[in-house]
């Protein structure tokens, strides 16, 4: 059965799984790999803190601070009708 790998199989990786998949346009294999992989240990910085996002409040985070919910929307909705206005105040030609 002719192959066509859409990339090579890096150095390291194990094939752990073949899945065959029928599409429209034909048959597939999926492969799934497996590497040896270190992942080093995150460095300690700071004090953690806790951060609860609500309903009332956009956050609130365990020391204390409570912070507004972003107005991005609410800002850009009125520069909108500025805008929208202008056009349709404009001649055309």
Do not use: C
């Not at 065959?20 to 004090?47: C, F, H, N, R, T």
């Not at 956050?59 to 972003?70: F, K, N, Q």
């Amino acid at each position: 059965m002719p192959i066509h790998l859409h990339r090579p199989i890096p150095e390291g990786f194990e094939i752990k799984q073949v899945r065959v998949v029928l599409k429209s346009s034909g048959w597939y294999a999926q492969l799934i790999l497996q590497a040896d992989v270190s992942v080093p240990e995150p460095m300690p910085d700071g004090d953690p803190i806790g951060i609860d996002l609500g309903l009332e409040k956009f956050l609130a985070v365990s020391t204390g601070e409570l912070v507004e919910r972003p107005r991005f929307f609410v800002d850009l909705q009125s520069k909108q009708r500025l805008l929208q206005r202008k056009l349709r105040n404009k001649k055309k030609g």
